[in-house]
């Protein structure tokens, strides 16, 4: 089985399954209780804590762990939209966020809120301009993802932060695809809100933080006990954070080597199916694009049956983002770059890591070669652009 899916999720590493196993047996206790085995806990905690907030240029009291990239977007923005309502009810976001934030968003314009839902270029840029012109007086929050999950394109975060604090309005991004896979510092960056998630960087399921800058005011999603400094109840995670920890610790240290390595795969599977399959499209910028993103639009066929014979020949891929992947609704990111439905259907995402392959990449393109001619035989559409021996532009 070949993988090339890991946008969706990453493999657990091996050492990272050796920093959680310790947790669920020898050292199994409760890190809110009083007693010194469970005192020991809360420091190694602290100094998990401590080595991830570092990863981003914050204080270790600026990070509260959740259950994930989805909670910690919820968070921030509900969290904000509670706190910040006096002042107003205006948030902006752009039309290409993750489902975590655009399904947040229509549940608070149930509740009266407003939302503005910014534009993207054929690149998958937002319009600064745009953003800029669209804060109001009662604007209390942007939120634009660092990296698009499916397109891999990287937002303008500085400048986007800079436009947010010029208006004092508080600035969250959805770094879920982006964290490990790019340098990223808060303070740099103009960032007060920042979302993550561990099993996007061979770290467990379940576990992400939310970085809330020191002295932003945010209401509670979960309330209860009073962990994580008051803000975030339910049993502290003792082994999910340690793995959490350890998969930091090995994609900072590593990161460099790592995107030089993937590069080098994904620019030349980009190179070989640009060159072998005629009708194809790369979707976002390559210029702004995170590492190991490739995706693709194919003329003439359905994305369905392209993963399912590529998952007949072993290989997993996906049409887009794993949370939608039970639609058969062409892609929100795809529609908003500009593509037409009959084009963002035939749509393919190729995500690779350090753990990929030249002879994976390889094995894929021959296969998708195969797979391709395969589907647009069967497609009246095809037929009849042979038949008039034209070109088509996509």
């Known amino acids: 089985m070949i993988y090339l899916d890991n946008a969706a999720t990453t493999r657990?590493?091996?050492?990272?399954?050796?920093?959680?196993?310790?947790?669920?047996?020898?050292?199994?206790?409760?890190?809110?209780?009083?007693?010194?085995?469970?005192?020991?806990?809360?420091?190694?905690?602290?100094?998990?804590?401590?080595?991830?907030?570092?990863?981003?240029?914050?204080?270790?009291?600026?990070?509260?762990?959740?259950?994930g990239g989805s909670e910690s977007d919820n968070w921030a923005i509900k969290g904000i939209a509670l706190s910040q309502q006096n002042k107003g009810k205006h948030i902006i976001t752009s039309k290409i966020e993750h489902h975590a934030v655009l399904e947040t968003c229509k549940e608070l314009e149930k509740q009266g809120y407003e939302i503005t839902y910014i534009n993207v270029n054929e690149e998958g840029i937002i319009n600064l301009e745009e953003l800029e012109q669209s804060i109001k007086e009662d604007t209390i929050l942007v939120s634009i993802m660092t990296a698009n999950n499916e397109i891999g394109v990287i937002e303008p975060i500085k400048e986007i932060g800079n436009i947010c604090h010029k208006h004092n309005v508080l600035f969250h991004t959805d770094a879920v695809q982006a964290y490990?896979?790019?340098?990223?510092?808060?303070?740099e960056m103009n960032i007060d809100?920042?979302?993550?998630?561990?099993?996007?960087i061979h770290g467990p399921k379940g576990i992400g933080f939310l970085y809330i800058k020191k002295g932003i005011k945010i209401d509670s999603l979960i309330n209860g006990g009073n962990q994580e400094k008051g803000k975030r109840a339910g049993t502290t995670n003792s082994a999910l954070i340690m793995g959490f920890a350890k998969a930091v610790e090995l994609k900072i240290k590593n990161m460099k080597t790592n995107n030089e390595y993937i590069l080098n795969l994904r620019n030349h599977l980009i190179k070989r199916i640009t060159?072998?399959?005629?009708?194809?499209k790369i979707n976002g910028s390559m210029e702004q694009r995170l590492p190991g993103n490739i995706n693709i639009s194919?003329?003439?066929?359905?994305?369905?049956?392209?993963?399912?014979?590529?998952?007949?020949?072993?290989?997993?891929?996906?049409?887009?983002?794993a949370c939608t992947s039970g639609s058969l609704d062409p892609s929100h990111v795809l529609l908003a770059i500009g593509l037409p439905h009959e084009i963002a259907h035939?749509?393919?995402?190729?995500?690779?890591n350090e753990e990929n392959t030249i002879e994976e990449i390889d094995y894929t393109v021959d296969e998708l070669k195969k797979i391709i001619n395969e589907l647009r035989m069967l497609s009246p559409?095809?037929?009849?652009?042979?038949?008039?021996?034209?070109?088509?532009n996509v």
Not at 29 to 52: D, F, H, L, W
Not at 193 to 200: G, I, M, R, V
Not at 346 to 352: C, N, Q, Y
């Open 12 to 67: 657990v590493k091996e050492e990272v399954m050796e920093a959680m196993m310790p947790y669920f047996c020898e050292k199994f206790y409760n890190p809110s209780s009083v007693y010194g085995p469970s005192r020991n806990i809360t420091k190694e905690i602290q100094e998990a804590r401590k080595k991830i907030a570092n990863s981003i240029g914050a204080d270790e009291n600026e990070i509260y762990f959740t259950s």
């Open 180 to 187: 490990g896979n790019i340098e990223i510092n808060v303070e």
């Open 193 to 200: 809100l920042l979302s993550t998630s561990a099993h996007k």
């Open 275 to 280: 060159k072998e399959i005629p009708y194809v």
């Open 298 to 321: 194919f003329r003439f066929i359905e994305g369905e049956g392209m993963l399912l014979k590529l998952d007949m020949a072993g290989i997993c891929a996906s049409s887009g983002s």
């Open 346 to 352: 035939g749509s393919l995402r190729i995500s690779i």
């Open 381 to 392: 559409l095809y037929e009849d652009f042979i038949k008039k021996e034209g070109k088509i």
